[in-house]
């Protein structure tokens, strides 16, 4: 009987698939269910930048581009760095990849050998562990104090290095959490990063979606670990541009040439057409993100509000991206009909089944006792969701 290889047979499908599959269920049989999973924004991409995408397949752009992407989306990369970010970096720094996804994935292989540990943070992304996986890396998780909005300190980091660390991988604006590192915690993160010599991957994909008096800071902005950092953005979340596949990840030299070979084999380029679009998000018209993050804001306020309201329920005022992930732990132990939920993956296959409610276990990104809501849908849609999330606690004895 042939088999898988090691590599693949150990890759676990998201955790979320099961609740993925009743939802279906749900929906062929008629019912009516309201879904706050989805991880990408609900607005479309804005019309000049798909202009610019049919634009490009009618003047026949649309053949390979060298691998790493085409120069003038990578100097344009630059361009933006050097506006949002005040850093210069070469085109040659800048490898355009299939999506922020890909970018993190590249940038892990990178750097990372078998036996490497690489520090998570937790909550994760569902995708960073899986990554380290198939570096055959070892992922070393480091949880946040309760009462520090879901972020690590520079003790705690400091704590979990060792001499095999490689990499530390950081997400601020956080999926899940929404927490977003200030400037003077990173000071003191990247001091630790700086004395360990570690590799350091910034994915900061929901830098544009920042909320209140929390301010974004790149890694960008301390040149001292210049030669440690791996940036990773795109176009996906500031441009609701998820379907296009473009990101990017820039660093030093050495890694940008190494994960250009590896493109040049796997993947080649990111799509042509893609490329064009992504090209005029960068340099176009940018009042779609001012529009988007006001929609976002509203929409945060009014979650925040409902989810503290409930019973047991505490959630930090998201800082960024568009999620909101409360701890609901008061309600494990609590009962349904005789059946006791005692984890969040329970709950959330509770609210699916009885209440019509899709969110997603804060299991799945590594730190029980929390749910993950999107807020990247309507308000007339989180009203609706939020009533059958309240009812369905409630309901619990
Ligand atoms: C933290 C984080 N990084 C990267 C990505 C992937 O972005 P892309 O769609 O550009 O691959 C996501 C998408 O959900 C994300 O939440």
């Not at 569902?126 to 992922?139: F, N, Q, R, T």
């Not at 910034?202 to 210049?226: G, N, T």
């Not at 609701?240 to 796997?266: F, L, N, Q």
């Not at 029980?368 to 007339?380: K, P």
Request: proline fraction near 6%.
């Amino acid at each position: 009987m042939p088999t898988l290889s090691k590599r693949f047979s150990e890759i676990c499908e998201s955790p979320t698939m099961a609740l993925n599959s009743t939802l279906a269920r749900l929906k062929r049989e008629g019912k009516d269910v309201v879904a706050l999973g989805a991880g990408e924004p609900d607005f479309d991409t804005p019309a000049h930048i798909k202009a610019a995408a049919v634009a490009a397949i009618e003047a026949g752009f649309t053949k390979y581009t060298p691998a790493e992407g085409a120069m003038e989306l990578r100097e344009a990369v630059c361009r933006w760095m050097a506006e949002e970010l005040q850093v210069q970096y070469k085109p040659r720094q800048v490898i355009i990849t299939c999506g922020a996804k890909h970018a993190v994935y590249q940038g892990v292989l990178a750097v990372c050998d078998p036996g490497d540990e690489v520090i998570l943070p937790a909550p994760y992304w569902v995708s960073y562990p899986e990554m380290i996986k198939l570096a055959g890396a070892k992922m070393v998780t480091v949880n946040p104090q309760p009462d520090r909005q879901l972020k690590i300190t520079a003790e705690q980091l400091a704590a979990a290095i060792t001499p095999r660390t490689r990499l530390l991988i950081l997400n601020s604006p956080s999926n899940p959490s929404g927490a977003v590192y200030s400037r003077s915690e990173l000071d003191r993160l990247v001091k630790v990063i700086h004395q360990a010599g570690l590799y350091v991957l910034s994915d900061e994909i929901y830098d544009k979606i920042v909320f209140d008096d929390a301010e974004f800071v790149s890694l960008a902005a301390y040149p001292e670990i210049r030669e440690q950092l791996l940036l990773v953005n795109g176009v996906s979340k500031s441009f609701a541009m998820t379907g296009w596949r473009i990101g990017w990840i820039v660093g030093p030299e050495i890694v940008a040439d190494a994960i250009k070979s590896y493109m040049s084999h796997s993947t080649s380029n990111p799509t042509s057409i893609s490329q064009k679009a992504a090209l005029q998000a960068l340099n176009g018209d940018k009042s779609f993100i001012a529009e988007m993050h006001k929609a976002f804001s509203e929409r945060r306020d009014y979650v925040q509000k409902r989810l503290n309201a409930m019973p047991g329920v505490r959630c930090f005022p998201p800082q960024g991206a568009f999620y909101a992930f409360p701890d609901i732990s008061f309600y494990f132990g609590k009962q349904y009909k005789g059946q006791a939920i005692k984890t969040s993956m329970e709950l959330c296959a509770f609210l699916l089944e009885h209440f019509g409610v899709a969110v997603v276990p804060g299991s799945a990104f590594g730190m029980e006792g929390h749910i993950r809501l999107s807020f990247a849908t309507s308000l007339a849609v989180l009203e609706k969701a939020l009533d059958r999330i309240e009812a369905g606690l409630l309901a619990l004895e």
